[in-house]
């Protein structure tokens, strides 16, 4: 008799802390996703390709109703893959500090489920590159700029605790003085709210 309803119990009660969890306006969490990045170049008889990196760090999002505000704080590797006649083909990777500030709207607002699409700035630190290729095509180039602003659009799902986001990443800065080549890479992230 005890187990018949013990079993339903812990049924309403897993559901309504998931449901409970949902209407929480703040949301910390975790996520991590692959990136596939491209760095344009006008050199002559030189052509770039996408090339697959990855990322990962926590996020933060507040609802108000239907809009969020998102902040993320990003570890990424990206990469772009180059070809020309003389060098064959050689990659250029870098590393940095994201920081995506994203404002989004959610088509579908439910408990358990939510889709929705978004957009906002992101600002970049580069942390380590290795672009010696660079240097066999301009002898003046030195190193990546530091400091590089961009943009992000996208759309995502929210299944429970799991959110799921498809984006395009657009340089307005370019990397570097020497090379006016702007990245912009397509990224596929999960992530997990804590709360």
Partial sequence: MKKQFLLPLIAFTMMATAASAQKNPFHIGLKGGANFSKLPISSEGV???YATG???????RIDISKVYVQGELLFSKKASKFNSDLLNDQKVSWSSIDVPVLVGYKLLNMDLLNVRIFGGGVYSYTISEKASLFKQIDNSFNKFDKSNIGY?????IDVGKLTFDLRY???LSSVSKQFKSRPNSFQASVGFMIF
């Fill in 47 to 49: 052509t770039s390709k």
């Fill in 54 to 60: 990855f990322s990962a760090g926590a996020f933060t």
């Fill in 152 to 156: 992000q659009v996208g759309a995502g």
């Fill in 169 to 171: 990443e657009g340089g």
